[in-house]
Nanobody, 122 residues
Framework: VQLQACGGGLVQSGGSLRLSCAAS????????MGWFRQAPGKEREFVAA????????YYADFAKGRFSISRDNAKNTVYLQTNSLKPEDTAVYSC????????????????WGQGTLVTVSS
């Protein structure tokens, strides 16, 4: 599986963006999918994850109520809807695929996309 993220851009505070991550290959549905972000000078941090069939989702505290992760296994794509964006959400957002149940740990994901930059202006 290879991953390609897109959908980032410049948005004003309070705005929304929908990030997409398209996967190649025929095994997408066998992977847990996660979104992570990394701001300049900061560690990579967990944003959200979704199980193989989309039945369960997990969010970092800062993402609860504002972000929503979903997937379409028929389209080999995972999405991250980001709403009520704040300047502190500015970061490179990356999607990742893994098979572990430790959803929030970057080390548990073995396939990463290249990331898409989200910039939120105040």
């Amino acid at each position: 599986v290879q991953l390609q993220a897109c959908g980032g851009g410049l948005v004003q505070s309070g705005g929304s963006l929908r990030l997409s991550c398209a996967a190649s290959g025929r095994t997408f549905s066998t992977y847990v999918m996660g979104w992570f972000r990394q701001a300049p000078g900061k560690e990579r941090e967990f944003v959200a994850a979704i199980t193989r069939n989309g039945g369960s989702t997990y969010y970092a505290d800062f993402a609860k109520g504002r972000f929503s992760i979903s997937r379409d296994n028929a389209k080999n794509t995972v999405y991250l809807q980001t709403n009520s964006l704040k300047p502190e959400d500015t970061a490179v957002y990356s999607c990742a695929a893994g098979r572990s149940s430790f959803y929030a740990r970057p080390a548990e994901y073995n396939i990463w996309g290249q990331g898409t930059l989200v910039t939120v202006s105040s």
